[in-house]
Every structure is written in C-alpha cells, then in structure tokens.
C-alpha cells in the first residue's frame, strides 16, 4: 500500500512508481477515495528493495508492507506443529516447564550448586540453570569461569535433569556443545547478536540442542523478538523457547518493567514456545511468586526462575532475586492450578 | 541524605548548609566513608524548602528524602485498617470485586445498556459501568450526553447492582453526585488533575461514594499513583480503588502497554484496593481474559472490564474491546480460581 | 485500507462488510495482491462508526483511516497563514519569542519577582512567566496563592512586558481573563483535560489571549498533541502556542527526557508555533542554556526558559533549575546566531 | 548507604549486618533521622559482593554505592585529558569532526560508493563511512559483502580520508584490522556484546585505531553506555568515541527517539569524544540537517551521517535516510556557526 503526501500522484509521479515496479515485475493499482488516492502494489510485495526506492520518493508519505518479517517462525509456516524438547519433555504440553537453578555458579564453593540442584529436582522442576560465564554492565566485576562448567555438568550427573547454560561468543559456544548441554541460552544484551544467533543455529543444526532466546531489554516489538529467533531457525534448528524477561525502563520499585503480557501476541504470531523468566523481571525474590503465577495466567508455556539454597551466599543477582527450593515447589503446585484456568485466544 | 559533587564538603560549604539547616531547626552529620564524605540531616526531614535550598548548591549532587510522599495512603498509616465497600460489598474481600458493562452508553439504543446489564447482573458482576461522557482525542468526536445518566440509572434500579460513571469536571461531578452514583470514575487524562480530584474529594467526604482513580498513562511511578489518591483522602475521602489501566507507549499489538504487574508495588506500599482495567490495557477483546486472570494472579483485588451483549453494535470502544456478558461468566469462575492460589507479598 | 486476518475474504464476509458501508453511503473495493487481498472503502472515510463496526469483526486484523485527526490545526487548513501574537510581538517572526521568570511567584517575598521581572526586560526578553497556583505532586505542598496574581501584574505595569500565567481549573481561568493576562498556560497534568481546554476556548474566543500548551508527560504523540490544541482552535481561539516540555520516564541524570525534538515534526503538520521549555526538560540549571540552543536548532519559535534572580531562595523549582538573567541575556544573543543557521524541512 | 525498611534496625539485624561488613573489614554507623535511621558502612565501600549480600536480607529496602562505576572513562580518571585523533584529526578540537557516506557498500555497483566519497571530500568531511557488512533484522535481507570491503580502501586511497566501518563479531574484526581501517564502529545491537567489545580492546591495544561505539537502543543510561566503553579502555586502547543514534521505541514520525540531548550528561561524566548519528535518529532526509545542528547545540564533537549521491539507488537505508553530500557541505558551515556559540557546562 502506497501512500502519497498529497491526495493524490500526479501523471508523472504514478509514471515514475509504475517503472519502479516495472522493474521488479510488479504494477500499480489506484484506489480512489472521496479524499483522496492510495496505491497498491500488485506482484510480489516482498521485494525489500523496491519498496525502499519507493518509499525513497519525496512525494510518498508511507509504504506499508503485509508481509509476514519471518517465514519459518509463523504459526502458518509449515513448523506449526513442531514440539521442542528438553531432555524427555515436550516443553508446554500438559503443565507449564520449569527451569530453576542458581544465578551464578560459585567455583569456589560448589556445593552450594549441587545442593540446590537436588533441592530443586525435589521440588520437581524440569530442567537446571545456571550461570558459567556472565555478563556484566561492569568490567571489574566477576565474569565468571570456566571452572564452573564441571559444577554443572557433574549437577547433570547427579540429578538426571537437563542443564540450560549461556554463552555470550564462539569460545563458549563450543565448550557449552561439547559437553552437550541440553539448552543453549542467548542473553538480552545479545539477543540482536545476529553473528552468534547464526552460529548457534548453525553448530546445533539437526541437533537436539534447544535454544532459550531472551527478549532484547529495548523493549523488542513481538516481531522483532521473533525475527531474531528466525535466525536459528533458519540455520537449521527449530528447538527455539521465546523469553521474556522484563525491559528497560524499569518500573520504580522493581529491576525491570515485566513484560509476561506480552506472551499472548507471541503465541499469536508464532508456534514457538514460551518460557517467562519472572526472576530478572521484577528483580526481588518477593514479587517473583506473583509474577510466575501471572505468566501462566498469560498463557506462557514455562519459566525460568533463580533459586538457591542460600541466597544470601550467592555470587550473582541471588541476594536479592533468588527464592528457596522449597518456595520453588509450592510454586510448581500453584502454577499447575493457574495452567488448568487459563484462556488462550 | 546529602550527597556532594566532591569527596568532601570544605568548611565554609558545611557551614553554608549548616545555616540552612539552622533555619529549620536542623542540624548535619557528617559521616566519612574511606572515600568519600556524606552528610545527614537530623530534625524533620520533610521540609521541602530547605531540602530545595540545599540541592540547589552547586556543589551538591544529590539529595534525598527518606519521607514518604503520602500520609494517609501509606500502608503504616492510621488508615491501614480501612475497607473500601461499594454498594453491600467490601472491595477484596474473599473474592474478586467485578465491575463490568459497555464503554459508552448510546442514547439512541438506551436498551443495548439495559440488556447488557441484566445479562452481566445474571453472570455474577458486583457493579456496573458505562460512559456517560466521554474524553476524546478528536475534538469532533461523540463526547457523551447527559441522556445516558438516566440509562445507567435505570440499569441501577433494575439489577440492584451499584453503577460507576467517569467524570471529567465539576459539572459532570455535580450532576453524578445528584445522581447518587455509588463509584465516581476518575479517567487516566485526569489522573493528575488535582483541581478535580481536589474537588471530588470535598464533595465526596464523610459519604459512602467510591472514587475508582485509574493510572496517568505516562506510566506513572507507583509514587505518583499513589500521590494523587492522597488528594482525594486528604479531602476526607478515603473510599479510593486504584486502576491501573495501561501506560504509553503501547505494546505493538495491544492498546496500551499492560501495567497488572504495578499491583504487588501499590499493595506493597499502600492500604487502598487494586482494581485493574484490563480492557484498556489490552485493547482487544481476545486478550481481555488472559489479562485478567493475571491481574488476579498478580494480587489485584478486583477488575474494571468492559462487556456488551453485541460488541459489534457498540458506540465507544466495544467493537473491537468488549467481550460478551457470558465470557464474563465463564471469566468470574476462573478468576476465583486462580484468586485461591495468589501470593500476597 | 481493510486488513482482514486471512489472506482474503469469503463472500459472506465481503457481504457482511459491504452492508455495514452501505449504511453510510459507502463501498468497498477488492484489491488483489500476489499473496493476499486488501479492501479499499469508497466514500466519506471520516465516518469513525463505521471504522469501528469493521474494525470489531472478528476476521478483520486492522481498518486503517488515512484522514488527518485534526482539521483547523492542520498546515494545510484556512488558518495555515494565520500568526500567533502576544503583545505586539508575532511569536516565531525574524528571531526567536523568549518568555522567561521564576518559577513560583513567592507571596512573602514580591521583590524577587518584581526585581526578575526588571532585569529580564533588560536582558531582552518578550515576556514574563511565573507561577500564581501550582499543580503540585504532593499534596502537602505549597499550592500557590492568589495574591501572587497581584505581584505579576505589577511586575507587567512596571515592565511592559506581556504575562504568561497557567491555570488549571474554571476558578483560576476566570481570575486570569479578568485581570487580563497575556498568555494562559496550560500544564502538562492537564494537557488532556479536555473540559479544561474547552473552557479556555469558549472564552477567549475571539479576544487577543494566547494559549501556551503543553506537551502531556506521557510522550503524547505529535498527533494527541495537536489534537489537544484542536480543542481550542474548534472553540474559536487559534492563538495557541505548542510547548513540549519534556516527558517520562527521564533521562537518568535530567528531571525529564527532553523532547526539543519533536519540533520539527510539528511544524511539518501544522501552522502553529513552537515555543520549548528547556527548563522542566533538563531541569538542572548547567544543562538549560544548551538544551535551549537545541530547541532553536531545531525550529523551535521560542523558548519559555525559568530564570530567577536570586535561584536558591525561589519557592519553586528555582533553586535546582532556574537560570541567572545574565545568562538568559547571554542566551538571547546566542540563540540569534543558531537562528539564522537553522534548517526548516 | 543502608536504607531498612523499617524505621531502624533492631540490635539482632544491626549485628548481622556488622557480621557481614566485618568480614570485608568495613564497620557499620547508625545515623538517627527525627523519624528513621540510616545506616553507613565505613571501609571500602566498592566490595560488591558485601553490597549484594546486605542488600539481600529481609529487612532491607535499599544500599546505595557511591562509587563510579568506570574507572577510566571517569572524567576525573589519569585518561581526562587524553585526546582521540582519527587519521591526522583530534577529534572535537576546533570545529566539528564529520564522518559521513553511505549506509551500506552496493558490491554490485561500486561506482556510487566512490564517487559519494569523491564528493563528501569536496564537501569538507573528515572520515567517510559505508557498511560492508550489515545488521538485520530479517534473516532474509541482503547482509553485506566482503568484497565491498575492498571498494571501500580504493576510496581511503583515492580522497586519502580515513575510513569507518561497522563489524559484528571476530572474523569481520580481524579482516578489518589486516585492512588497517581507521575507525572500527561497534553497532547499536552490540553495545552490551561484552565478549566482542573485549576482543576489538585486545585487538587493538596501543593501535592508533579508534573505536565508534553506538549507544545501546534500549535507552542505555548514561553510566551504562560509559561502561560498555570501559570493556574497551580496560583492555588497553582510549581511542574511544561515544555515539548517540537514538533509542526505541520511536518518536511517531521518526525511525527512533532523537537521544542527542545525552551529549551534555557524557561530557559531564568522562572526557570521551561524543559523535551523534543523526540519521538513524530521526531516520529522514528531511529532518537530519536540524538534528545534526541541534547536536551540536548540545555539545557534540562530532557527527556521523549517511549521505549518497544518488539516495534512490542506495541499497541499504539510503532512500529514506541519506542526504545528498551537497546537503552535508552546507551543513557543514551550519554547524561551524552553531559550534562557536554552544554553552559546555
């Protein structure tokens, strides 16, 4: 649909759109209005390019596209019936999917992981988190260690349940495949880091290796999240959950502006699961019960919460965000309740 | 808390503050930090003026009130045992309070109202809405007509149900006062209105009306929500609902930008109900339920929704907002549900 | 423009449309692109009932309305060549329009306004601002004073110069166009208090009053805020003055986040002029006279900048915000050499 | 600073709070408020680790650290007088630093590539820019090509004007460094991609090569986007310059929010050279002659803009964005005139 700054184009200006098009094997309708005129395009509107030149005109207020931004994520495309699994479970299918584990994994006590692993298979999560490398606003602060690997591999070991780790570049990416993590986690401050999205979807291509894709802290419009996970997809793996977790700014009083109510609109436009993680949402371990709850109400398919046996040690954001195990698997029960009463549309 | 540009203050700067504080019968207390020096100031902390002359320095960076902005409203305060009741019913109370009905009443059509509210009486609602005037953007939009007040009322007198009507100055006030309207609305583009609040607070003190206040929808901080309740009780009404509604800018897809999340900072800090308006928030009748059930997951105490038996047919917002009395239905039993299962913080 | 959610609509649906238009004298045309269709409406577009009646069918994804939202304020209205003045000054013509004073007027202390007021006029200012009732977040506040009305009118006498003063209610509007001011201020609060607006419309109706409003907090968009000045305009009043202020949420280290910027994208829509406020958008005294050259840069008219003799002893906002005359004197002249490099689209 | 929640600590949580400080040899000091008590920790207030842990008990509503958090980017740091040269220009001495040229390198057509630079010289630039490799959102977009690198040093070579180019992860990094570019530019989506920001500080440890760095999207404050700079100046190269480039979500009417009005708060915090993109700002070739002077207004030392001979041929954002290098040669003497009356605070 073009739309012009005057009412209408004169002849030569619809002369000059009309051989734009031309060239990429389209034409122009005029629809007139008591007003005034809009034109659409008849052909294949898909072309990037043409429309660029066109919107380029200094005579044309808009040009808008219909057009899907992504192909393989549409809930039309032909993967709107993929199911993606993490270890033996079909992520969404029957109650809500549970990561739950420590912010940082300590290297110098890793007891404090492995315990809370346990606590947490206890209280009957379905997969483990935690955080090996780390990315920090700061320089100077910790950045985590490759040490910290072994803790969470031997957590694996010992509880049986998935592990969910996250990489910020190729290094890392290739020590997380290695030892075959089951999800491979992309961080806000990359989630437009198209460079290490393809190479994700490339190294984890015809893999079982899901991908945990968090939202872009810019507050990503829906399409732009899911374009980003496009990218894996299009590389070859289609084991893709969406998660939100809170934007810029925050609301006073918690560390992000939580952004669970956007589930329904990616539920809407894409077939891919969604994961809330509620924990760097609101960013204290008192509202995170509230706001898991919330996200299911919402229709999210899972969430990813930090846990840890002592908050008060934790090394990463735990003090202040992490909640017990035990408050864990309360969670777990109220959740499941929430899941039977939502709506989705 | 004074903070200064430098490490230090140097002494004719302390003292330059020291006699400011004087005049309010303060005094400062340095204390030194290994790098650096803040200061404190002991007496009443709540003089604003003086707060003013010190941050005005140029040698000051910062300085901060620990005081609460609010008095009445502030959860510790001797209010925090108050209920707020509409009609028979206490706003919280065991359940969700449910105010629902068509966004605006049409005078030409007085029984799409009338219907709509036997049917939504019939689906369990505690009170009923409707527009009778309207803030419009477009100046040459419908903006309401004092016709309506008698539809509503008549609705009133045949349910039995307790009415909410906005109003937008003191001659809709007066005239919604008359009315004994037992909910005076107060929209988002009046939220800091003071002059109005203000005055409802005058005309409203010592009665058993009800002010539903919604939320400015610059996202204002949960602060700033509740400053301006504190005009309405300082007035000496303290029947106030809080509405958050939706903030600027919107979530591409819904209306607005979904604001359920602010409920557990507003119940943190204050003693008022949370009645969320999920139709505005979202914009779309599909997402309305969803929304909803978070806001209840969230904690809120009840929702403002707007419902109409043919949304289609609607004059205001329904056609694209309203869902019909009997998904209101099915929607009260689900939001007790989830209601069961909330955390409180 | 009719987006329907499917690629094209089947008959009956085309059939359901196309009755709904012809209820208004319209009709509907077909338009076929390569993947999908879009339906054009025929016939007086502006009819908002119709919009909506389409917009609420449950297989429509949009209804797009191409008409402009406001008709008088538009550049391309009867009133494109109409020119704001106050006093004898067209505001905008040849340099830019500078309104400048304290932030509060303080009843206690007259001479500080009234010796402002003289050493403004020295430093070559077009008119006086100051604050006679205040809109104030807080309750407890200072809330002005009708006395100060009588010291700005001194100060006016004394001076020539043309008052600037904001009113937020029916009460004060009335005080102000009896004692004859200049300019009425509308604030920020109320920048969509439409009863508000419309009062100051009705009766400043064919006088010489000119209306300073500004831009609401929320980020109101380039078409809200025209809009909110349509109101005045339909009333018969189009001497008004659009004034962004900045909006929130802030930018970490100013009061609010500054919006000099959107001053091109009014002058592109509409005939009226521009006059910025630098001081509640930086709201730090150190950053006021760059943020003032910016707002010229940008083809702004004018500027409404707070200046104080003596800042820290104002009861406003003064101590942290407003700027010495001497530098405003400077200001002037600086911002008449950015004026004559200005690019105007 | 230790804000409780509580009006004061009682004697069991103050001990608690010693024990922790304790064992990072930093003492507690109870300051008595009329109405509460804060608490401040003496010692050495920059141990993160105690901050988090006291932050995370129950009883606590808030710890405030003073400390900066960049050491070196720090305006009072050893680096404060340190000056950024590209090519044989210190950058913001004088006049202006302008970078201009188009948005991305059309490998197809080289031609427009160089005879844009030709003429940006001619126009009085100081860098040219192109993007040999592309950001975006659709998978499905042409993404850039290694051979328009080579265009790109043919016209380094022909004008002798160093050259900028964006890279997004270590193999374009390398590849640009072995073509010894002038200026490596790090892309708004990479602004938190610490591991990349890393690996160009390593890379370029005591090189003359300098570094544009885009201010992260998501409205990044003006401490993180220093911080994001720090990653680069802690790993050995100051030639660092901060870019402004808009924010989302947008302004309606522009491509972003216009965020040159954070100029004024980076030059108050560290001696970094600002650089404002006004193009994908305001995302217009109509509007990016008033915002580059409005950046200047503000402070700016720079700008970096998008200009092409032929705008409607460009491939990338060009049609829309780009503004003719006439245009630039004008704006070029603008901005001398507004440089000389800007106000530095």
Redesign the interface.
């Known amino acids: ?1 073009i ?1 012009p700054k005057a009412n209408k184009l004169d002849t030569s200006q619809l002369k000059e759109i009309e051989a734009i098009a031309a060239d990429f094997e389209c034409s122009i ?1 005029e ?6 005129c ?1 034109y ?6 898909g072309r ?2 043409m429309f ?2 066109i ?3 200094p005579y044309i207020a808009k040009v808008d596209m ?2 899907s ?3 393989l994520m549409d809930r039309r495309s032909g993967l709107s019936d993929h199911r993606v699994r993490v270890g033996q479970i079909e992520v969404g299918k029957d109650k809500p999917f549970i990561i739950a584990g420590p912010c940082t994994i300590d290297p110098a006590n890793p007891n404090f992981y492995i315990e809370s692993a346990h606590a947490l298979k206890e209280a009957g999560v379905d997969a483990l988190r935690g955080g090996v490398w780390k ?7 910790f950045q985590g260690d490759n040490h910290s690997l072994s803790i969470i591999l031997q957590a694996r070991e010992e509880t049986g349940l998935p592990i969910d780790i996250e990489v ?3 290094t ?1 990416l290739k020590l997380a495949l290695e030892a075959k993590v089951d999800v491979v986690q992309v961080g806000t ?2 989630a ?5 999205l ?1 190479e994700i979807g490339q190294l984890t291509a015809g893999s079982s290796t899901a991908v945990l894709l968090k939202r ?4 990503a ?4 999240f899911i ?2 996970a ?2 894996l997809v ?1 590389e070859g793996n289609p084991n893709v959950m969406l998660c939100p977790r809170g ?3 925050p ?4 560390r992000n ?9 990616l539920k ?1 436009r894409t077939w891919a699961p969604v994961v809330v993680d509620p924990s760097h ?2 960013g204290h371990a ?2 995170v ?3 898991s ?7 999210a398919d899972g969430l990813c919460i930090e846990s840890h046996i002592q ?5 990463g ?4 965000q992490a909640i017990l195990p035990q408050k864990v698997k309360e969670l777990v029960v ?1 959740c499941n ?2 899941w ?6």
Do not use: W
């Open positions: 649909m739309i309708l629809i007139q209005g008591r007003n005034r809009v659409a395009i008849l052909g294949d509107e990037e390019v660029k030149r919107a380029g005109l219909i057009e931004p992504y192909k990315p920090r606003t700061n320089p100077y602060s910020m570049d190729s890392q401050r990359n437009q880091n198209y460079c290490l393809k872009g802290r810019h507050m419009s829906p399409n732009e374009a980003s496009e990218y299009a934007t810029t700014p609301l006073d009083g918690y502006h939580p952004d669970e109510s956007i589930t329904p609109l809407n949402s609101v008192d509202f019960p509230a706001c709850l919330a996200s299911i109400a919402y229709g908050p008060a040690k934790g090394i954001d735990d003090p202040k109220a309740e929430v039977k009463n939502r709506y989705l549309p």
